[in-house]
């Protein structure tokens, strides 16, 4: 994504810096952690609460990015097999996601919960049920005994959130635009049904009906939907895509004048200051919140009265946030506007012994294979990538995708620079 950033010009805000000044982890009744901030002194009190099991669970952290970084190598992903030039070494392109896993040897890790893995590891149990679950409930809204552990290390790995001036959506936008392609809205892009029309004596076409009453021939099709919840009926073929269940949350947005949630309710004096601005949750004693986020202060604001400052607030939830709890939360602070959201967020990522298949039929390909594995922008691209390597090795040969005698020697990088290109042209 970074690199499709650059390519189009865009521009990527970070999180106001600041704004979380205290990271707290709280179980319903009391916090576990409420003072965490990245200073020598909070790092002191998390190894007081947690011992090595930091060190261990961080290695562990780095082993799977540094597994799952290799993607992004254009060795890896085009060196040839050396008893088969029709092939690289890796696999890619894949056409499961279960062999995109294989090849980055972290098969079991779909296979297990994060909390049974970690512990496996020498990790505490401690740590699993603290810092595991607050970090899969804040990005998957699944705790560390439900989440597997592919996932839940993804959840577990800190990074700085960012996002697109003007919205995420303009980066797929402008991809959309250089590629020429006829973009169909309303009636006439809502597909409603997909049927493999066999009279062809080299290969299947698939027509796609829409809900205008028509449709059109393609010589392939790319599902890049949410299966279950797209309505769409396959035809003619004993193909299945399968069809994820997915993890209900709502999101709820507070703009209010309080500069921190009310220290009454968390536990703190009436006169404390220094509640956590950023609050991540364990089950433990039902939290009515999964997490609660200061992501943005604004000054010198009218919106129905002068206001010095407001702040926004974003929390995540597995049921509806009522008035009167969100008022309890925020204490003496008012209310100033609130926006709230129910949506299917993420597939429940339950260990799993069969991840699916980037094709699914010939000439049909299913992005959201890789939804099962992992749900993210950058692994959603990652499987565009792959699918759209497999379109092209079909039509164009493996030359084409892989290169043929590429060079590869010490300067080559390992993080591919120019990874959307194709062959020896690809680092």
């Not at 049920?129 to 996932?151: K, L, M, P, S, V």
């Not at 009926?233 to 299945?240: D, G, I, Q, R, S």
């Not at 009454?264 to 509640?275: A, H, L, N």
């Not at 008022?327 to 967020?345: C, D, L, S």
Request: glycine content about 8%; charged content about 20%.
């Amino acid at each position: 994504m970074v690199q499709a950033l650059n390519t189009f010009n865009l521009s990527s805000t970070v999180r106001e810096p600041g704004i979380d000044n205290y990271l707290g982890i709280w179980n319903g009744k009391k916090f576990l952690v409420d003072d965490y901030d990245g200073s020598k002194w909070s790092l002191a009190n998390m190894y007081w609460r947690y011992g090595y099991s930091i060190a261990r669970a961080l290695a562990l952290i780095e082993k799977a990015i540094v597994a799952f970084s290799r993607i992004y190598s254009p060795q890896f992903l085009h060196n040839r097999a050396p008893k088969n030039t029709h092939a690289s070494k890796s696999g890619y392109p894949w056409v499961s996601v279960s062999e995109l896993v294989s090849s980055i040897k972290s098969e079991s890790l779909a296979k297990q919960t994060l909390r049974d893995y970690l512990i496996h590891e020498h990790v505490s149990k401690q740590f699993a049920e603290e810092i595991g679950a607050a970090a899969t409930r804040g990005n998957y809204a699944q705790d560390a005994d439900q989440i597997h552990a592919f996932a839940g290390l993804v959840s577990m790995a800190a990074s700085e959130t960012a996002s697109i001036q003007g919205g995420n959506s303009k980066l797929f936008e402008h991809m959309l635009e250089q590629s020429g392609a006829v973009v169909r809205r309303g009636r006439e892009g809502d597909v409603t049904g997909i049927m493999k029309v066999s009279a062809y004596q080299s290969a299947p076409r698939w027509w796609v009906g829409t809900r205008d009453g028509y449709g059109q021939e393609f010589d392939a099709v790319i599902i890049a939907a949410p299966w279950l919840e797209s309505g769409i009926t396959l035809l003619n073929t004993e193909a299945v895509v399968p069809a994820y269940e997915y993890q209900n949350m709502h999101v709820t947005v507070v703009v209010t004048d309080a500069a921190q949630p009310d220290p009454v309710y968390f536990g703190y004096p009436d006169s404390y200051k220094d509640v956590p601005r950023t609050i991540l949750t364990t089950p433990t004693e039902h939290p009515t919140f999964l997490s609660l986020a200061y992501v943005q202060t604004m000054e010198n604001v009218v919106y129905g009265q002068a206001w010095k400052k407001l702040h926004v607030v974003k929390l995540f939830s597995h049921a509806r946030m009522e008035r009167d709890e969100l008022q309890r939360i925020f204490g003496h602070g008012k209310i100033v506007w609130t926006y709230e959201k129910e949506w299917a967020a993420f597939p429940k990522l339950t260990p799993t012994n069969t991840l699916g298949f980037f094709v699914v039929d010939e000439g049909m390909y299913n992005i959201n294979a890789m939804e099962r594995l992992v749900s993210t922008m950058e692994t959603s691209i990652v499987a565009a990538k792959n699918v759209a390597a497999l379109l092209l090795q079909r039509w164009l040969g493996t030359r084409m995708v892989l290169g043929y005698h590429c060079k590869w020697d010490e300067g080559t990088p390992l993080v591919a620079t120019k990874w959307a290109g194709w062959g020896c042209l690809s680092s």
